[in-house]
């Protein structure tokens, strides 16, 4: 176990539940929205009711992060972005290591979502020889015997994983011996990685069932 | 208000929470692990330490949808894969519309992860009329102009929206205007639809926030 020291871990074990930090990241959107169509403050309410929440759900989000609101006039939008982006630890910039770098690979490079919350694709790594030295939009392709020497120039912590199944486990131990601490895994297959390495799945057909439970079941948005 | 006649929506107006409908996907997908392990049966204690959440977080969730245990034994893995898959829609294949053949529609295209879930990939449109009349790993390129005829013709109801921003929500209207009823959009953009059209919207950005967090707050998996 590594020391917990981070400021909404605390002494104990306690946690932020992960739905709750799921939320800030919706909480987040909606406010730079806002802030885009000149706003200024904003509500629980508000802000609940473009999200589908009940104002008293995000106003127990918010609070294990601290007091934002004020009497009378809510939350200011900018200062509530400034806090959840220094929550988030998205207040800094993030190097990010694409590894991977097929159709799905290079569709992420190009992901303007990403770019816009503060991440940055600085370096893309395949296995396929010829596809090392080349580029893609602007990113260049190593070969994965490099990784150790890119992620220590560029302070990378994160990765992208979105090499196939059958590779995902040995290029993710590749990752982990590189002083990756954070992987976001695109392979359809679960990793086995030592503890204090964080890996966040992304299965795009669980978004698509919530599409067909709520056609099935006539559900309405809202 | 369309009439609401699904089984897990009843004669009132209660809902399933979204939570819930999520990690039935989650449950699924470990369910379908432990058969391909060859395991016949498995219990809620077994899910939930998988998962990481409790037993009795699984029970309750799988509550929502009727009696799935058996005494002493716990779940038979096969039917609750069968229980689940009827319940999420899944039981039947489902033909799906990609519109915005770029990078990203193109990687979709190839995504592994949809097929194994009974989603097909029937027919993609683009707006690029040199695109048009091409195919991507088979699946025929067709202009915007052809969408309610081929709707029509496979049977579509769900579509994945991967346009550029600044076109998401004209076209997402037109997807309206051909009959879709489920649309799983990655344009980085809030759609203005009918009520009972319902849109599932992906955000990559939410995901690398949540290694951020865990990263900047050293926390670890489990």
Known sequence: MSPSRGPFRGSSDYQVPQAVVSRLSLYLRELQRLLRDGHETTSSTQLGRLLGFTDAQVRKDLAYFGQFGYPGIGYRCGELVTAIKRILGTDQAWPVALV???????????????????????????????????????????????????????????????????????????????????????????????????????????????????????????
Do not use: C, H, M, W
Not at 108 to 113: D, K, S, T, V
Not at 134 to 163: K, N, Q
């Open 100 to 222: 991977g770098a097929g159709n799905l690979g290079r569709a992420l490079i190009g992901y303007r979502g990403f770019q816009q919350q503060g991440f940055r694709i600085v370096a893309a790594f395949d296995a396929d020889a010829s596809k090392v030295g080349s580029d893609f939009e602007g990113i260049p392709v190593y070969g994965i015997e490099e990784l150790a020497a890119i992620v220590t120039r560029f302070g990378i912590r994160l990765a992208i994983l979105s090499v196939p199944g059958t590779a995902a486990q040995e290029v993710a131990e590749q990752l982990v011996a590189a002083g990756l601490k954070g992987i976001l895994n695109f392979a359809p297959v679960t990793l086995n990685l030592p503890e204090d390495v964080r890996i966040v799945s992304v299965d795009l057909a669980i978004e698509l069932e919530q599409l067909t439970f709520a056609v099935v079941n006539r559900l309405e948005n809202g």
